[in-house]
């Protein structure tokens, strides 16, 4: 059994991709938490919520019991991510990071991406040439800033409760797949992440990716060792200021050859680092936690556990 110890910013954590079997490994029971294999706290919620880090250091742990530390939040936001004391305490570590015990990045799954580069390449309608969602405030990477200087030297159509200038009309908002499909519509989306962090790469990246926009990405330093083939994005490092990436967009939004240059990968096979990593992540993260806490159960009581 593995117990989630507390919750996912307020909700269930994400497992409903699991198969039944490794399902029903887990529960949210705190009352079962002496009795657990294996137990796993979100940071995150550690710091924001209960029980809090104070509760967390006070607790002990049952002999032989595992203990994961999960984030999918940057070390930047969460500093006690770095912190040695905090992690002695743990037996695993599970986060974006590719030096965890189990790597677990927002890639999405092989399926995803066969799906999307079979559609055809949606137009590209709006008169503004880059979108941009964003409503979280967490901003240690001077995003919103950033932002808004790139805002005032090209046209932003941004539809986040940051700097929005634009809503999505009354009653089509559903969600992720109106984000996606409002984005599909623009040349390019701001991709700009809360944090500059090694391997910190969300679905900022991916999301334009897979609907057929180029991302104009400010993030992850490593950025390039995440994309599915060559000329898929552009990386706000290599211009010096936003003037100068804002210059940069509005030559390629008139140039149509120029701006196909960006696509070009979707016809080609993708980079084979990428497929390297989508195929290490067939297997959901839970269900690695889960094959690890058998394989330590099957070992300690000395027989084979059916995995």
């Given at each position: ?11 269930t954590?994400p ?22 294999d294996?137990?796993?706290?979100h940071?995150?919620d550690l710091?924001l919520?209960t029980?809090n ?19 999918m939040?940057?070390?930047?936001n ?12 743990f ?16 890639y999405?799954?092989w399926a ?7 559609r ?12 941009m969602?964003q ?15 790139l805002?005032s030297?090209v046209?932003?159509?941004s ?18 797949t ?20 090694i ?18 990405y400010r993030?992850?330093p490593?950025?390039?060792q ?5 000329d898929a ?12 990436l804002?210059?940069?967009?509005k030559?390629?939004a008139s ?5 196909r ?14 497929q ?9 993260g839970f269900?690695?936690?889960v094959?690890?806490?058998r394989?330590?159960r099957s ?5 084979s556990?059916?995995?």
């Amino acid at each position: 059994m593995i117990l989630f110890y507390n919750k996912f910013f307020a909700s269930t954590p994400p497992v409903s991709d699991l198969s039944p079997q490794d399902l029903g490994a887990f529960s949210g029971d705190r009352s079962l938490f002496a009795d657990a294999d294996a137990v796993v706290f979100h940071v995150p919620d550690l710091i924001l919520g209960t029980p809090n880090l104070r509760d967390f250091f006070h607790l002990q742990k049952p002999h032989g019991q595992m203990w994961v530390a999960w984030s999918m939040e940057s070390a930047v936001n969460y500093p006690v991510l770095n912190s040695p004391a905090f992690l002695s305490r743990f037996d695993l570590v599970m986060t974006y990071a590719r030096t965890a015990d189990i790597w677990s990045p927002y890639y999405p799954r092989w399926a995803s991406w066969i799906e999307a580069l079979k559609r055809p390449l949606p137009t590209k309608t709006e008169s503004a040439p880059v979108v941009m969602f964003q409503s979280a405030s967490h901003n240690k990477s001077h995003r919103v800033e950033f932002a808004r200087e790139l805002m005032s030297r090209v046209q932003v159509d941004s539809y986040g409760r940051i700097l929005q200038n634009r809503v999505l009309p009354e009653g089509v908002d559903q969600g992720q797949t109106t984000k996606l499909a409002t984005v599909a519509r623009y040349k390019f989306c701001l991709a700009l992440e809360n944090a500059l962090e090694i391997d910190y790469v969300t679905e900022k990246f991916f999301d334009p990716l897979l609907v057929g926009t180029v991302p104009v990405y400010r993030g992850a330093p490593n950025v390039a060792q995440f994309a599915p083939g060559k000329d898929a994005f552009i990386n706000a490092a290599d211009f010096s200021s936003p003037r100068e990436l804002a210059l940069y967009l509005k030559e390629l939004a008139s140039d149509d050859e120029a701006y196909r240059r960006f696509l070009r990968w979707r016809q080609e096979p993708l980079l084979p680092s990428f497929q390297a990593d989508l195929d290490a992540l067939r297997v959901p993260g839970f269900s690695k936690l889960v094959e690890i806490v058998r394989n330590r159960r099957s070992s300690l009581i000395g027989f084979s556990v059916p995995l």
